[in-house]
């Protein structure tokens, strides 16, 4: 008989429900320890593609320490493993499970610790009866000690035994390394050491009388250890122990510091508010710190790709940086760098848990390295950063792409790219076209570090882009080629690279929309951009977003919401909250880059936020739906300044909440001209009055002042407004 679950999401103002037929996949993390279970509290294999059915359970990587843990109940009426959940309800910091045996109510509420390697339950039971119940409840534990996948490691066999009564396992090669302890404060009645099904588990069993409507509450704690063994995680349970309730409000308010305040997002679309909410929250959920192996970086996907992605991190770049995630974003560019230098440039598609390079990297992950420094920096205005990445951008797109991928330099690298495929020419359209990024990137770093080369990476950019259209274009399809096979000869096989000149806008105004023409008609369905025309329609969040972003750039406001929506309406589906890697929902069921361009699609597309924090400037190209009043991003962090920022159909309100001196705002209205433009006010100081450049307003603002720009009828005007007096600044004042 099928028994369903109810699942709830309640995570501040966002309320979702769902009922599970079978068991939805569920995912707590801290930056140590994270644990995937199931919404019914059943210990279900998880894992389809790396350790097949291993993916679950509890992981302080590099190592796996328990399948998982569940309560049991004996009594007068038998014995009752608790693994039905009646209703499930997730909080994304911590989920509470309910369920029910005899006159008892049980509350299981579980949470990892933020930054130790530690996993708790917090338990209420409530007796409903005019009877007291006496019984005994257990705390199972299935330990299963593994290394991480593709870790180079070998395994002993699991032992167990009891310590200060608690239960304490470790593997025997790895005595001294790693270890897990597992208990209560409260000192159990026995430990019961079993293998059932040739799996050890360990029981804490505690004898309980629970008087008539009486209400107890019990903690449980396990701890793991990958490098001082059970008697670190016995020292660390020490710590912990009885600061269950303490660390799950800590905890609690943490996500809701990150995911509802720091920068928001308001529009008329109240569930796009919501959207954007979960996008914070997902990205606080997938930060890591795996050290001495990894420290810092962010999980590419759960539950197949905990491991340090180049590509998924590079798209993940922008939008994180933009939405508060700058200090993990440079740690995690920081490692990809690293792992770089030490490859002569190359940088990794794909490293394990424990530091060991399983993919040295596909033909554009290279390039996409050096365009998502130069996204960091002009986001944050890191120049110690760029001084120290911009070396090892430079070698690999420089010397060693071409040493190894494109011999001939032509710009056009030979190997396998982001689709992955056999049949098709060596020569690919996406590492083409990134590798063309590349060189725009790096001029543009090397101007800020003033290097004498800037000049040949823009002339090399040039020259491609003279020869682009030219090598692939084919006009009886409309469309560019996926690949050139030797000679240039070009080859269609439909897949979703198509969008990747026209979001990096290389292709001239009037293909881009004849590609975003056919794309929309023939390469999507109701979720969005398929893989691969007419041979597989399963959507991936990743080429949705960049056909948003690209959608976005040629003022396709409706198209790209619509794409950008559904990217968010995977968070209805299994885990909810969760931003899936397919769409409706499939593979991953938490994805980076889903939220990562997800937020970018907001922030640099409909709003068109284009930064340069180094220089103290920002550009703001928006491209509102028609039937949106406006659209507003508060407490946005460009470089030192933090912004609010409001934009409507006729100009933008900006207020610079704080900052090292002026920042300069170039706004430009879509389809707006400017014959001429008055000022209200003035703002002190030696600084360029207001003007009009090309098409965009340009104009200063100091801190805490106000400027509010409006263009009607060709006519702009802009009005000061300082916030700390409260009035208009005119030239009186």
């Not at 679309?269 to 997902?282: C, F, P, R, S, T």
């Not at 040295?360 to 944050?380: H, I, K």
């Not at 703002?683 to 002042?705: K, L, R, S, W």
């Amino acid at each position: 008989m099928t028994r369903t679950t109810r699942q709830s999401l309640r995570f501040g103002p966002i309320e979702l429900e769902a009922s599970d037929d079978q068991p939805a996949p569920y995912f707590l993390s801290g930056r140590k320890l994270y644990a995937i279970g199931t919404t019914s509290g059943a210990l279900e294999p998880v894992g389809a593609e790396h350790l097949v059915g291993e993916m679950g359970g509890v992981w302080a990587h590099p190592v796996k320490f328990l399948d998982g843990c569940y309560l049991s109940i004996e009594d007068g009426s038998g014995h009752d493993d608790l693994l039905h959940c009646l209703d499930f309800e997730g909080h994304l910091s911590d989920a509470t499970m309910h369920f029910a045996h005899g006159p008892l109510r049980m509350r299981r509420t579980d949470f990892v610790a933020d930054d130790d390697a530690a996993l708790f339950s917090l338990v209420e039971i409530a007796n409903n009866s005019d009877q007291a119940w006496s019984g005994n409840l257990g705390f199972v534990a299935q330990v299963n000690i593994l290394p991480t996948w593709f870790g180079g490691w070998e395994t002993g066999g699991v032992e167990m035994h009891q310590e200060r009564g608690l239960a304490v396992a470790f593997d025997r090669l790895w005595q001294g390394r790693w270890g897990v302890v597992f208990g209560s404060p409260t000192m159990p009645a026995n430990i019961v050491f079993d293998r059932p099904n040739n799996k050890h588990t360990a029981e804490l069993r505690y004898s309980l009388t629970i008087q008539p409507h009486e209400r107890i509450e019990l903690e449980f704690l396990v701890v793991c250890d990958h490098e001082h063994g059970h008697n670190g995680a016995l020292q660390l349970f020490s710590r912990l122990t009885g600061r269950g309730p303490e660390l799950l409000a800590q905890k609690r308010e943490h996500y809701r510091a990150v995911a509802m305040e720091g920068v928001t997002l308001r529009t008329p679309d109240e569930q796009i508010n919501h959207a954007w909410i979960l996008a914070k929250a997902n990205l606080l959920m997938l930060e890591a710190d795996y050290g001495p192996y990894l420290p810092g970086f962010l999980l590419a996907g759960i539950p197949e790709y905990p491991q340090l992605f180049g590509c998924d991190n590079t798209y993940t770049t922008p939008g994180a940086t933009a939405a508060g995630f700058s200090e993990i974003m440079r740690s995690t560019l920081a490692l990809l760098g690293e792992h770089a230098r030490r490859a002569c440039g190359r940088v990794p598609h794909e490293i394990t848990t424990n530091g060991r390079v399983f993919n040295p990297g596909n033909t554009q992950e290279t390039p996409q390295f050096a365009l998502a420094v130069w996204d960091y920096v002009r986001w944050s205005g890191d120049l110690p950063f760029l001084r120290m990445m911009y070396p090892i951008c430079r070698e690999g797109v420089m010397e060693y792409l071409p040493g190894i991928w494109d011999g001939d330099r032509d710009g056009y690298p030979s190997g396998d790219a982001m689709v992955e495929r056999t049949g098709m020419g060596s020569l690919k359209l996406d590492s083409a076209c990134y590798l063309y990024g590349a060189w725009r990137a790096l001029a543009e770093m090397a101007r800020v570090l003033e290097r004498p080369e800037a000049e040949q990476y823009a002339l090399l950019a040039d020259d491609w882009l003279r020869r682009f259209e030219h090598d692939w274009w084919m006009p009886g399809e409309g469309l560019y080629a996926d690949s050139l096979h030797s000679g240039y000869q070009p080859q269609l096989d439909g897949h979703w690279t198509q969008v990747v000149p026209i979001q990096l806008g290389i292709a001239q105004p009037e293909r881009a929309e004849q590609v975003l023409d056919v794309l929309e008609r023939d390469f999507t369905n109701q979720w969005g951009l398929v893989h691969t025309r007419d041979r597989e329609d399963r959507v991936w969040t990743l080429p949705t977003g960049l056909m948003a972003l690209a959608e976005l750039r040629h003022g396709r406001t409706e198209h790209a919401i619509r794409f950008l929506n559904n990217i968010s309406l995977t968070a209805r589906h299994g885990m909810l909250g969760a931003f899936k890697e397919l769409i409706p929902e499939g593979l991953c069921f938490v994805q980076l880059w889903s939220a990562g361009l997800y937020a970018q699609g907001w922030l640099e597309g409909v709003l068109g936020l284009d930064p340069r924090a180094h220089e103290h400037h920002l550009a703001i190209t928006p491209t509102l739906p028609a039937d949106w009043p406006e659209v507003s991003v508060g407490k946005l962090r460009v470089g030192a300044h933090l912004l609010n920022i409001t934009v409507d159909h006729h100009g933008c309100t900006i207020e610079h909440l704080s900052g090292p001196q002026m920042i300069t705002i170039a706004f430009r209205g879509r389809g707006t001209a400017v014959a001429a433009l008055a000022t209200t006010g003035f703002t002190p100081g030696n600084v360029t009055p207001p003007h009009v450049d090309g098409h965009a307003i340009v104009f200063q603002i100091g801190v805490g002042q106000r400027a509010t720009l409006q263009i009607h009828n060709q006519q702009a005007q802009i009005e000061y407004f300082d916030r700390r007096s409260e009035r208009v600044l005119t030239d009186a004042n």
